[in-house]
């Protein structure tokens, strides 16, 4: 069993910077795949950035250059650093895990484990 719980959200203006935390309870013997998903405003779901089960990290391409993802294992712990933050990152995010996933699948929304979601807000 994992639960994931969410933290960091809130209300910033553009430019500004947010960091997401994701504690992850039973990580350590759960799952290998960990990322990070939102949900804007009259938009669908969509993948911001995993860590693969390979351990490489990857981005959609709205954020690169912006978002970091990472973990502490020591603090079951997943991160996602924003900065330069603008209006169309408005969502919101939320933590998810599954066993195993690569460069094909970590955007799909079939994660098994799921967190109750953080909501960013950026003003203009």
């Known amino acids: 069993q994992v639960q994931l719980v969410e933290s960091g959200g809130g209300s910033v203006q553009a430019g500004g910077s947010l960091r997401l935390s994701c504690a992850a309870f039973g990580y350590i013997v759960g799952p290998d795949c960990m990322g990070w998903f939102r949900q804007g405003p009259g938009k669908e779901r969509e993948g911001v950035a995993a860590?693969?089960?390979?351990?490489?990290?990857v981005y959609a391409d709205s954020v690169k250059g912006r978002f970091t993802i990472s973990k502490d294992n020591a603090k079951n712990t997943l991160y996602l650093q924003m900065n330069s933050l603008n209006a169309e990152d408005t969502a919101m995010y939320y933590c998810?895990?599954?066993?195993?996933?690569?460069?094909?699948?970590?955007?799909?929304?079939?994660?098994?484990?799921w967190g109750r979601g953080t909501q960013v807000t950026v003003s203009s």
């Open positions: 860590i693969l089960s390979d351990g490489n990290p």
């Open positions: 998810a895990a599954k066993y195993y996933c690569d460069a094909g699948s970590w955007s799909r929304d079939d994660f098994r484990f």
